[in-house]
C-alpha cells in the first residue's frame, strides 16, 4: 500500500519542503515507537519520470510506502518489496528501474523492468534503519558495569536492573544508562521494549528473576553468567516462576554467555559478552520475522507473594528478618540472594559461598538460637 503526495507528470521546480517534512515526522515516529522502516532515496533519473533527484519515502516493516519516489506504481510495488528485504537482511541496496534493464546494469546495482507505460529510468537508494536494541542488564556487579560501559559505544539503550538499595549506582555508569531498582520479573520485562537483549549477571543476587524477565520480555538473546551448575539451578528456579517447563527455559538462555577468549577479569569477560551481544543483533535484530521466543505461561507468572525470595526457593512465607546459618549475618528473605531447603524448612543465605558452604555440611551450620535462620 502506498500513501504518496498528489503525483507529477513531470519534474517541478517548486520546493519539497513539505513533503521532506512529511517524511521525516514520520521517521521520528517509527523512531520513538522503535519500529524498523526503510529509506529510500532517488539518486538518478531519466526522463520521463515524475520523480526528482533526491526525492524521498519510507517504508515501514509491513510494506506501505510514504512518500514520494513518482507516481509509477510499478517502481513503488519494487522498491516496498526491496525495502523489507533491506530490513529483512540489515544491508542497504541501491536498485535501477528501468524499461531494458541491461542498458543500466552494472556492478553494485539490482536491475528491475520498468513494466508501466513510462520510458523513464530511476536508481533508488534503499538504507534500512533499524532503532538502537534494547541492552538490559540485570545485576549491579563488575561485569555488568563494564558492559554498560563498553555497550554505551555500540548504540544500544542500555538499562541496568539493581536492587533496592544500590545507592550511588547511577552516578557511576555512562551517561545515557537507565536503572531500573526492582527485582521483580514482570517490572523488569517492563522496564524494556519488546524483544530486548538480555544479560544477567547479578552474580547469584536474583539471576533466576533475570532468566523469568528475559522470558517475559520475549528477549532475542539471554546470556547468564554464571558456571554450569549455577545456570541449571538458576533455570530451574526460573522455570518454577513462570510455571513453565524448564527444558523450555533452558533452549532460551546461553550459558556460559560471551565467545570463548580466555576471559578472566570484569572487563574481558564483558567483551566476550558483547562480542556475542552484536553477533546476535547482526543475525536476528532488526525485524522479529527471524527469531521466535520460547512460548509457554509465562505471562501467567505467580503473583510477587508465591514467587522466590530472590534467586532462592519458592513459597517463602514469612518477611520476618532471618539469620544466615553459616555466617550470621542478618538476611531479608523477600531479598535473600539464595535459600535452601532442609528437613522441611527454608534457609536464607547473604551470598552464594554460604550456599556452597551450607550444601557441603548442612547440619554443622544449624546451631543457631530460636530457628531464626529459617522460616517454615
Not at 520513538?32 to 538518478?44: D, G, K, L, S, W
Amino acid at each position: 500500500m502506498t500513501h504518496d503526495t498528489t503525483p507529477r507528470d513531470e519534474p517541478s521546480d517548486e520546493s519539497d519542503d513539505g513533503r521532506t517534512a512529511d517524511v521525516e515526522t514520520l521517521e521520528r515516529r517509527l523512531t520513538n515507537r522503535r519500529e524498523p522502516y526503510a529509506r529510500a532515496t532517488i539518486v538518478r533519473r531519466e526522463p520521463p519520470v515524475s520523480a526528482n533527484v533526491g526525492d524521498r519515502a519510507v517504508i515501514t516493516a509491513d510494506g506501505e510506502l510514504h512518500g514520494w519516489i513518482g507516481g509509477v506504481s510499478c517502481a513503488q510495488s519494487v522498491v516496498s518489496a526491496e525495502a523489507q528485504a533491506a530490513l529483512e537482511r540489515g544491508e542497504p541496496r541501491l536498485l535501477g528501474i528501468a524499461p531494458d534493464p541491461d542498458r543500466i546494469d552494472r556492478a553494485g546495482l539490482e536491475t528491475f523492468p520498468m513494466r508501466c507505460h513510462s520510458e523513464g529510468v530511476l536508481e533508488v537508494f534503499v538504507e534500512p534503519v533499524n532503532t538502537a536494541p534494547d541492552l538490559l542488564i540485570v545485576g549491579d556487579s563488575p561485569v555488568s558495569r563494564s558492559l554498560a560501559r563498553l555497550a554505551g559505544e555500540l548504540t544500544f539503550d542500555v538499562t541496568i536492573v539493581a536492587a533496592d538499595g544500590d545507592e550511588g549506582l547511577e552516578g557511576n555508569l555512562p551517561a545515557g544508562t537507565a536503572v531500573r531498582f526492582s527485582t521483580d520479573p514482570d517490572a523488569i520485562a517492563d522496564a524494556v521494549d519488546g524483544e530486548p537483549i538480555v544479560v544477567v549477571a547479578s552474580m547469584g543476587g536474583f539471576d533466576a528473576r533475570g532468566v523469568a524477565a528475559a522470558v517475559l520480555a520475549d528477549a532475542l538473546y539471554v546470556g547468564l553468567v554464571a558456571s554450569g551448575t549455577r545456570a541449571t539451578e538458576v533455570i530451574e528456579r526460573a522455570a518454577s516462576l513462570l510455571e513453565c517447563d524448564p527444558t523450555t527455559v533452558r533452549e532460551v538462555v546461553t550459558n556460559p554467555a560471551g565467545v570463548d577468549v580466555s576471559a578472566y577479569t570484569p572487563a574481558e569477560i564483558a567483551a566476550s559478552v558483547l562480542a556475542e551481544v552484536v553477533d546476535v543483533r547482526a543475525t536476528v535484530g532488526g525485524t522479529s520475522g527471524n527469531y521466535t521466543p520460547p512460548t509457554c505461561d509465562a505471562h501467567d507468572a505467580p503473583e510477587e507473594s508465591e514467587r522466590e525470595g530472590s534467586d532462592g526457593v519458592a513459597d517463602v512465607s514469612s518477611h520476618d528478618p532471618a539469620v544466615d546459618p553459616v555466617c550470621g549475618a542478618t538476611v531479608d528473605p523477600a531479598d535473600a540472594p539464595a535459600s535452601r531447603e532442609h528437613d522441611g524448612r527454608t534457609y536464607h543465605f547473604c551470598c552464594p559461598g554460604c550456599v556452597d558452604s551450607f550444601d557441603s555440611d548442612p547440619e554443622s551450620h544449624l546451631d543457631v538460637p530460636n530457628g531464626a535462620a529459617s522460616t517454615p
